[in-house]
């Protein structure tokens, strides 16, 4: 097996030389860190146990207890971490996850998910030997239910290594998983547990790929749709370990540092678990997923001491634009086939209320809205758990019942955010495209992100919808106020978008081979020649054709069209292509990451807020909360609460938002 750490074992090693050289970078006063950095990530585990040795040989003194003295803070944790064997690392971070109130579930799920048999075997005996404890009696004292016995099911160290596959059972196991899950009312959550906790890695592959065509969704989408809480992250974990161990990592150290401060904890246990595994893969498949090395990030996100520990773990930078060692080549390539192969189940958290009743709402607006002040709770009720047919019905019946025009009343009596917002669920979705196009482009300054975002992501009957609508209110058509408004490449770019002329249907293999031959060419074209062929492509191809020639993409380049964009495209341009690529790959992911960004810092871009709970609530807005949770670590409910009260603090705009996102993950 080659070895992908980033820490070997030190040539011509001298652990007696080692122990003299940190006894005197600890004497006297102060202490070299430097020198005690250097030494301890440049030697491997089994060497840092022979300096310990050594050095209570020579000197009568424990290491740890001398490092422990002489260093504080995280520099302290880490180096002190370091130094302690990977069992009884795993298992000091598993009694400080259950020891105490609380429990710390992400620490115990990132660990039991991830570790093999003997690893497994190696740490339940190192936290017997230091504690004096069972772990299994101890995890389960601090958790229940499902979590609870899938925990115990990895804790036994049972998962098949025989690299045997069975065709059959693959088969009746993915048929079984889907019989437990999807094809019922309710979940057989011991049917997950005990296919997830014991098949093989190989195995399980064969049972996710089998799975996906019989349930026309991935083993994913389903854990999200059938399961919850601590046990679905927990499921889901195995799933990603399964899928790529070093993806896994990736994730996880990438969410230990976006944001605001650092989940020191969580950086230090997989940088020192890894150092030794699996590094290069983790750093590869970061720089797959983020557009980032991890180098780069652990640099911009730490200080001092602790930050040069981290780096000299790291091994080195990864130059963003660089060719993929094979194996995360072979990881982007099956992210492709995956997203291929996907269909997601799109659901919305907005439905038709039953018993609707549209001259009863009607009344019940007029009424809200009659008289000194207004009842806002009364209009977010109705409005906001209608449809948005229900809503035109309504918006039909106060005009003929009560001669009113529902629109204006609603306009005198709201203001800012929430009159904005609830306007925007009232209009119809071709009405409220069009408003926010119209928005986009008036006045000084382009919102050029906005254009984008509705552009590439409306399919042809929404663009043809639109462009009328925008017609109709504005007189003027859609294409020419685009081109008022932008110029150069990126006019193009969305000229070519709001024809509405995209292909529909599924891949065609051997075109789609053709089509990323010709993009891999491009890629050595001059810029205007490169950007053109990738338009005449990216604008124009269906989404599943577009899987399949960025799949193929990877097989001609070695690199991922995300990185090619990144590299050789700025601006707007950029923007657009990347825009495209992240809706073909996952819709619901990137309007995830916009939800993010539109609320993340100081201020909220209201706007992009609006637009995209509005007009994602009847289609896939279950499907994006779902997709923020598990990128951002922080249900989509959670962070609206907090980040809306920053700026505009109206509880009423606050509550229609909340109505909208449809509940808690």
């Not at 899950?181 to 547990?193: H, L, M, N």
């Not at 020419?480 to 070519?496: M, N, P």
Request: net charge negative.
């Amino acid at each position: 097996m080659v070895f992908r750490g980033t820490v070997a074992d030190a040539v011509d090693f001298d652990p007696s030389a080692d122990a003299e050289t940190l006894y005197n970078a600890m004497k006297g006063i102060g202490s070299d860190k430097e020198a005690i950095l250097d030494l301890v990530t440049s030697r491997s585990n089994a060497q840092r146990q022979e300096i310990i040795a050594a050095y209570k040989r020579s000197f009568g003194k424990d290491l740890i207890d001398d490092l422990k003295y002489e260093l504080t803070g995280k520099f302290e944790r880490l180096i002190v971490s370091l130094m302690r064997t990977p069992a009884y690392h795993d298992a000091k971070e598993i009694n400080d996850a259950v020891k105490g109130v609380g429990t710390n579930e992400k620490c115990l799920i990132e660990i039991l998910a991830s570790r093999n048999n003997r690893q497994t075997y190696e740490m339940v005996a190192a936290y017997k030997d230091a504690y004096g404890r069972d772990m299994e009696e101890d995890i389960i004292q601090d958790t229940s239910g499902h979590f609870k016995k899938m925990l115990i099911v990895l804790l036994q160290g049972t998962r098949d290594e025989s690299g045997v596959v069975d065709a059959d059972l693959v088969q009746q196991d993915a048929e079984d998983l889907y019989a437990a899950g999807e094809e019922q009312w309710g979940t057989d959550e011991a049917k997950f547990i005990m296919i997830l906790g014991n098949r093989s890695v190989t195995h399980l592959r064969m049972v996710f790929d089998a799975y996906e065509k019989i349930a026309e969704l991935s083993i994913e989408d389903s854990i999200k749709n059938e399961l919850s809480g601590d046990f679905e992250r927990l499921m889901l974990a195995v799933v990603q370990c399964i899928r790529s161990v070093p993806m896994f990592f990736a994730k996880h150290l990438y969410k230990s540092m976006k944001g605001l401060g650092t989940a020191d904890n969580t950086l230090i246990r997989i940088m020192i678990s890894r150092s030794e595994i699996d590094m290069l893969d983790i750093r590869e498949c970061f720089r797959l997923k983020y557009e980032k090395s991890l180098y780069n990030m652990i640099k911009d996100d730490t200080s001092g001491d602790y930050k040069r520990t981290l780096l000299n773990l790291c091994g080195g930078d990864d130059d963003l634009a660089g060719e993929f060692f094979p194996e995360a080549a072979q990881i982007a390539y099956k992210m492709w086939e995956l997203s291929a192969m996907t269909k997601v189940q799109l659901r919305p958290t907005v439905r038709p209320a039953a018993n609707f009743d549209p001259a009863a709402d009607a009344q019940a607006l007029r009424k809200a809205m009659k008289g000194f002040g207004t009842d806002e709770d009364a209009i977010i009720d109705i409005i906001a758990q209608r449809s948005n047919a229900q809503r035109q019905e309504i918006r039909q019946t106060f005009k003929s019942l009560l001669g009113r025009d529902l629109m204006k009343d609603l306009k005198s009596e709201l203001s800012k955010n929430l009159e904005r917002l609830i306007i925007g669920l009232m209009l119809t979705p071709a009405e409220f495209d069009a408003k926010m196009m119209r928005k986009a482009m008036e006045g000084a300054g382009t919102d050029e992100h906005a254009l984008i975002e509705t552009l590439v992501t409306r399919n042809n009957e929404q663009m043809h919808a639109m462009a009328a609508a925008y017609q109709t209110a504005y007189k003027k058509s859609l294409e020419e106020a685009i081109q008022s408004d932008t110029s150069g490449h990126f006019c193009r770019i969305l000229v070519s978008l709001v024809q509405g002329g995209r292909e529909e249907g599924p891949a065609d293999e051997e075109r789609a081979n053709a089509d990323a031959q010709e993009l891999a060419n491009a890629c050595n074209a001059d810029s205007d020649d490169m950007e053109m062929k990738f338009m005449s492509i990216l604008c124009t191809r269906s989404f599943p054709h577009l899987r399949k020639v960025f799949q193929e993409f990877v097989r001609y380049t070695n690199k991922d069209i995300e990185q090619i964009i990144k590299k050789h495209m700025s601006g707007d341009v950029k923007n657009a292509f990347y825009a495209i690529v992240r809706s073909v790959k996952n819709q619901p992911s990137y309007f995830a990451e916009r939800l993010y960004k539109a609320m993340k810092g100081l201020g909220t871009d209201d706007r992009a807020l609006i637009r995209i709970m509005v007009s994602r609530s009847e289609i896939d807005l279950f499907n994006i909360r779902k997709e923020f949770k598990e990128t951002h670590d922080v249900s989509l409910h959670e962070f609206i609460q907090v980040e809306t009260m920053i700026g505009d603090t109206s509880g009423d705009y606050r509550k229609t938002l909340l109505v909208l996102c449809g509940g808690e993950d």
